[in-house]
């Protein structure tokens, strides 16, 4: 008989408040249902979230002195999967249907991931500067605080290693965590959020709901405390969720990072660069985004589309393409060492960066 696995809220497993179930069937036997999962609905998702606001309220996890503490959490947190590596690379294969040894693959990738992020504890650091004014000497001083409540909305094809790309830098800047599995392989996912529980996460920081886009998705999405949305999908979903994410009171300050293709980060220091159009199409042409402030842009000069943009003029007007152009190749394997080191970067930033106000 198939497992019933559960949402985690508050650090449990719980089923949906309408009790419903669906399976998780194992794609190499169609014949073998891996595990029952609930389906969540709108009310789920407000549950979740008036977790996560209840534990960013009154426990010590948003606390901007107390980064050394969650890097030791995430760091417990990756010895406990490291422990339980290889069942977990089981049940992922089950689910996802990727053999044995890229479900290991994945799961080192996971490990090695949070063990990075966990090294950032007590340097999350602000500054303290000094000025004069006539006379007088003025202290200036500068803090990264977290920005609040985060969604992290996860793919069928890597929900491991894109789990650690976005829930790790989240949980190490202090923020709080729901996560919405892709359907068709939320198993590993749920468990693994059981486990950053069991290495020390209070209740209600890391949550995840599974569900329908439509109901719990777009709840998600759309409610007024997310602060920010990290997505790995579709041009189409990376388009709608940009569109929700923009309407005026529904989620504020949030911004959309739609990972379908790895973004180049550039730094405020030398954003000035923007501003010559050669720059931006080398940038462009190399299949990657520009991050700046709160704006994203993918385009290329090889007629891919654009799955968002919000400042076009960033962007070479020979650049706009077509919406039915193909998409690109999968530049990810290339740059993802790249792309970790510049969320190092981001996180660090005070004005645009991916996790900080």
């Not at 389906?39 to 979230?49: I, K, N, T």
């Not at 999968?330 to 930033?349: M, N």
Request: glycine residues 8%; hydrophobic residues 45%.
């Amino acid at each position: 008989m198939a497992e019933t696995f559960g949402m985690i809220l508050d650090g449990r497993q719980v089923p949906a408040l309408e009790g419903e179930t669906f399976p998780v069937v194992n794609p190499a036997n169609t014949d073998e249902v891996v595990g029952l999962v609930p389906r969540g609905g709108r009310e789920d998702v407000r549950r979740a979230v008036d977790s996560a606001l209840n534990a960013l309220e009154n426990t010590w996890w948003p606390k901007i002195y107390e980064s050394r503490r969650r890097g030791r959490v995430l760091q417990r947190f990756a010895e406990l999967v490291d422990a339980r590596k290889e069942e977990l690379a089981r049940l992922l294969t089950r689910e996802q249907g990727k053999v044995l040894k890229e479900s290991i693959g994945e799961l080192d990738s996971l490990i090695n991931t949070f063990d990075y992020y966990s090294g950032f504890g007590g340097k999350l650091t602000g500054t303290v500067t000094y000025t004069r004014d006539g006379e007088s000497v003025i202290k200036v001083e500068t803090r990264k605080e977290p920005i609040g409540l985060c969604a992290a909305i996860l793919p069928f094809n890597f929900p491991v290693s894109l789990y650690a790309w976005k829930v790790a830098p989240a949980l190490m800047a202090g923020n709080a965590v729901i996560i919405k599995p892709a359907s068709t392989a939320p198993l590993t996912d749920i468990v693994l959020t059981q486990m950053l529980h069991e290495a020390g996460v209070p209740a209600g920081i890391a949550n995840l709901v599974t569900g329908p886009a439509s109901s719990a998705g777009e709840e998600l999405i759309r409610h007024p405390a997310v602060k920010k949305i990290a997505l790995t999908g579709s041009t189409s979903t990376g388009k709608h969720i940009y569109a929700a994410a923009a309407v005026p009171d529904t989620v504020g300050s949030a911004a959309v990072l739609v990972e379908e293709s790895t973004p180049a980060v550039v730094a405020a220091t030398v954003r000035h660069l923007l501003a010559d159009d050669a720059f931006r199409t080398e940038l462009v042409a190399a299949g990657r985004g520009v991050v700046a402030d709160h704006s994203l842009a993918r385009a290329s000069a090889r007629s891919w589309p654009m799955p968002v943009f919000a400042d076009a003029e960033m962007l070479p007007s020979s650049l706009v393409t077509s919406p039915e152009a193909a998409p690109p190749p999968d530049i990810a394997t290339l740059t993802c060492c790249c792309a970790l080191a510049a969320l190092v970067v981001a996180c660090l930033r005070k004005r645009w960066a991916c996790w900080y106000k």
